[in-house]
């Protein structure tokens, strides 16, 4: 059974930081692209950032220069570092595993979402 579950949310004042993880287990996670996600209130889930296997990086231009995802395949974790925190970057994050190979895919497979309230 595939499980992610998403920690290192909560409440940071406009300008701060914050570390996401997600760990996966149920999955070769080593194979597996791994992104972030976030759905603010009202609003449609958006795509925040990715990282391949390869290790190679994508991000939204919103949070391009702020945010960081990086993997450690050692420990099945991805994470997504928040700096320069702004009132708009709040919603439910969420982590997300997806392979293709070939004509197959696998997944995606979502975490429950963790909550990132900016606010002062």
């Known amino acids: 059974q595939v499980q992610l579950v998403e920690s290192g949310g909560g409440l940071v004042q406009p300008g701060g930081s914050l570390r996401l993880s997600c760990e996966a287990s149920g999955i070769i996670f080593s194979i597996y692209s791994m992104g972030w996600y976030r759905q603010a209130p009202g609003k449609q889930r958006e795509l925040v950032a990715t990282i391949t296997s390869g290790g190679s990086t994508n991000y939204i231009d919103s949070v391009k220069g702020r945010f960081t995802i990086s993997r450690d395949n050692a420990k099945n974790t991805v994470y997504l570092q928040m700096n320069t925190l702004k009132p708009e970057d709040t919603a439910v994050y969420y982590c997300?595993?997806?392979?293709?190979?070939?004509?197959?895919?696998?997944?995606?497979?979502w975490g429950q979402g963790t909550q990132v309230t900016v606010s002062s």
């Open positions: 997300n595993a997806l392979r293709t190979y070939s004509i197959s895919t696998y997944g995606p497979y």
